[in-house]
């Protein structure tokens, strides 16, 4: 529940459903904003959303809109004896997204309804009122690791998985391409060998994007001897190696890293594959995907100073 009035795309986002549901359950059900301040739009006050609620909770669980709009009508501040479920239920389940807030709950729900436009409008704005960092830590995180947990119990939701990585992939792809930066790609991003989870590599790539930052990414399972090759080829100053489980968390790769003759400045294993304990010495595991773009940064400049200072 909130405190202030919200704008539709607020609300339609905490509910995991589109603007134009919102609008059409306003003109025919009358379930639209209460608040009217003269010369601005109107506002959905917290009695507005809790009726909402109702209305997408019923309708999700096969209840007709217009009997979900009888029952979303009564006062959100009296109990309702909702009435009872039908055979269709949207799935039957939910993805918990734990101390997540509003807009993951929302984004989950609409990951649940396959509705693929509600989810990448949730991300795209996100990404660009929040930046990327944010984005990945609050809202993609908790929703993406929930939906694992559910198919961790029940060998299920693999079709909401899939719809979730590809509208990830799709908006990571979009910051990634409009902030490219110019000038020599510095960082070059790998997965392990073997290793096929890549958001989160595409996320730290729209990362450094957004934060100007030049690099190299040549995606999922690639062996190490090709790893090394890359590495010989461009000289990257930095490498960063994802590992997504202990499978393909093979610390001979990273010290074929150390030994090749263009020697990278900074090696870095991400991902919790990786085990501290048994990481070659000169290895740094970052912790989250905010360290892993202050390390890429520390870099960055570090060159900049010493070409800064070459030329002087």
Known sequence: MVDEPLSAGAVARRLGVAVTTLRTWHQRYGLGPSQHIPGHHRRYTPADLARLEIMRKLTAEGVTPAEAARWAKQSPGVAVRLPARTGRDGGGQTIPVGRAGPAARGLARAAMRLDAAVIGDTISHALATDGVIATWEGLLRPVLAGIGERYVATAGLIDVEHLMSRCVSEAFAAVAHSGRAAGPARILLSCADEEQHTLPLEALAAALAEAGVAYRMLGARVPVAALVEAVNRTGPAAVVV?????????????????????????????GPGWRADTLPAGVVRPVDLAEAVSLALAVRDSLDQSTGADRA
């Open 242 to 270: 994802w590992s997504h489980t202990r499978l393909t968390a093979d610390p001979g790769q990273l010290s074929a890293l150390l030994a090749v003759p263009r020697r990278p400045l900074l090696v870095l294993a991400a």
